[in-house]
C-alpha cells in the first residue's frame, strides 16, 4: 500500500454497482471458479435432489458446463476413494458440500470439511478418499474440462515429519 497516497474510498464499495465491472457470466479466473463452486455449495437446491450413493462405485454427475470448464458432483460412501491420480492438462476447485473428505499428497495429508476448497494446477497429484462414517458429497470445477484422470501406481502416503521411511 502506498502511504504517500491521498486516495480513500468512502464507504462501502459493494453499494456503488455502478462503479464496479459487471460480473462476468462465466468464470475467468482462479477466484472466479473458486466463487462460482461455493455458490453452488450454499444453494442445495442445485445439487442436493441429484445426489445418490452407490456402494458399488463411486457416483458422479456432470452438474454443469460453461466455455472451456465443467462441473461435476461426486459422492463418496464411506471407504471409498479415488486413488492416486492427477487431472492431466486440468485444472481444478474441489469444494466439500457435505460430509468430509481425506486427502492425501505425498507431503501432507488433510481433511478437508464441509465448505473447505482446494484448487490445484494440472498435474497436481492427490488421492480424496472419504475416511469417515458419513457420506460425502463434493463438488469439482475443471479448466479445461476433464479429458483424462492418470492414476498414479504409487499410493500418496504422507507421513509426520518424524516417522521413519520405509521402503
Ligand atoms: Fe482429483
Not at 462503479?19 to 479466473?29: G, I, K, M, N, S
Not at 490445484?120 to 479445461?144: I, K, Q, R
Request: aromatic share 8%; with cysteine.
Amino acid at each position: 500500500m502506498n502511504s504517500d497516497s491521498d486516495l480513500q474510498i468512502a464507504g462501502d464499495i459493494l453499494e456503488v454497482p455502478h462503479l464496479l465491472q459487471p460480473a462476468r457470466e462465466h468464470p475467468v479466473t482462479v477466484a472466479e471458479f473458486a466463487g462460482l463452486a461455493r455458490g453452488i455449495a450454499a444453494d442445495r437446491s442445485q445439487w442436493a435432489h441429484l445426489v445418490q450413493y452407490d456402494a458399488a462405485t463411486r457416483w458422479y454427475h456432470r452438474l454443469r458446463t460453461g466455455p472451456g470448464y465443467e462441473v461435476w458432483l461426486l459422492s463418496w460412501v464411506p471407504g471409498q476413494g479415488s486413488g492416486s491420480h492427477d487431472h492431466g492438462r486440468s485444472s481444478g476447485v474441489l469444494t466439500v458440500l457435505q460430509g468430509e473428505l481425506t486427502e492425501r499428497t505425498e507431503r501432507a495429508a488433510r481433511t478437508l470439511g464441509s465448505g473447505a476448497q482446494r484448487v490445484f494446477a494440472p498435474g497436481y497429484v492427490h488421492e480424496v478418499v472419504n475416511d469417515s462414517l458419513e457420506p460425502a458429497v463434493s463438488l469439482h470445477v475443471y479448466y479445461p474440462g476433464l479429458t483424462e484422470m492418470p492414476m498414479h501406481t504409487a499410493r500418496c502416503e504422507a507421513r509426520a515429519p518424524h516417522d521413519p521411511v520405509t521402503a
